[in-house]
Nanobody
Framework: QVQLVESGGGLVQAGGSLRLSCAASGRTFGRAAMGWFRQAPGKEREFVAAISRNGGSTYYADSVKGRFTISRDNAKNTVYLQMNSLKPEDTAVYYC?????????????????WGQGTQVTVSS
């Protein structure tokens, strides 16, 4: 069992930066691949970034490639999403998720555990 709690969201101007954190409890964090997804009002939840269990592989949605960076600290049971050059279209609730496998997971329905989400609002 893994419990996930996101933090770090907020209101930022376009071009600014935010760093999201996702703290995990439970002993399986170090064996889980992690991901970030987001959901804007009226839209489906979409993939943002994923990282493998050991942090050696990362994947990004085309819309955030070059601006966002996913990382993890297994000693702290935490995964991060550094978001730079934010745009108004990045506005959404951001969720972290965990999948009990070693390789990075891109598909939403392959994640077993989800956090409650943190709101990110980018003003123009």
């Amino acid at each position: 069992q893994v419990q996930l709690v996101e933090s770090g969201g907020g209101l930022v101007q376009a071009g600014g930066s935010l760093r999201l954190s996702c703290a995990a409890s439970g002993r399986t964090f170090g064996r889980a691949a992690m991901g970030w997804f987001r959901q804007a009002p009226g839209k489906e939840r979409e993939f943002v970034a994923a990282i493998s269990r050991n942090g050696g592989s990362t994947y990004y949605a085309d819309s955030v490639k070059g601006r966002f960076t996913i990382s993890r600290d297994n000693a702290k049971n935490t995964v991060y999403l550094q978001m730079n050059s934010l745009k108004p279209e990045d506005t959404a609730v951001y969720y972290c998720a965990a999948a009990q496998r070693s390789t990075a997971v891109l598909r939403l329905n392959e994640y077993e555990y989800w956090g409650q989400g943190t709101q990110v609002t980018v003003s123009s």
